[in-house]
């Protein structure tokens, strides 16, 4: 069974840093296509970072978080992680880990997504 923990949330300052993980159990990350998504109050859910592949490692950003945000994956560990830095009160979010073996859709749509962690919040305070 496809299992995903998120870890790391909580509150961060303005133009601060704070690293997400995402831990895998019952399946290999390097088998996966995996997305970083979140969704802020009254939002529609946001894939703002997904990363696939070994050799080459494919990794692609929203622009909203373009520059700000990097996704990387230790597959021995079976871990995956979004480093934010310079957040923003607009980065405020609920951050759920997903997982698909092949998009339904681009990698840019929550849906391509099959598999979902709990998710896990940040609050960039200004």
């Known amino acids: 069974e496809v299992q995903l923990a998120e870890s790391g949330g909580g509150s961060v300052q303005a133009g601060g840093s704070r690293r997400l993980s995402c831990a895998g159990s019952?399946?290999?990350?390097?088998?996966?296509?995996i997305a970083w998504v979140r969704q802020a109050p009254g939002k529609d859910r946001e894939v703002v970072s997904m990363i696939a592949g070994k050799r080459p490692v494919v990794t692609r950003y929203a622009e909203s978080v373009k520059g700000r945000f990097t996704i990387s994956a230790d597959y021995a560990k079976n871990m995956v992680y979004l480093h934010i830095d310079s957040a923003k009160p607009e980065d405020t979010a609920v951050y759920y880990c997903?997982?698909?073996?092949?998009?339904?859709?681009?990698?840019?749509?929550?849906?391509?997504?099959?598999?979902w962690g709990q998710g896990i919040q940040v609050t960039v305070s200004s």
């Open positions: 019952g399946f290999r990350f390097e088998d996966y296509i």
């Open positions: 997903a997982v698909t073996v092949r998009l339904a859709s681009t990698w840019d749509q929550s849906d391509s997504y099959n598999h």
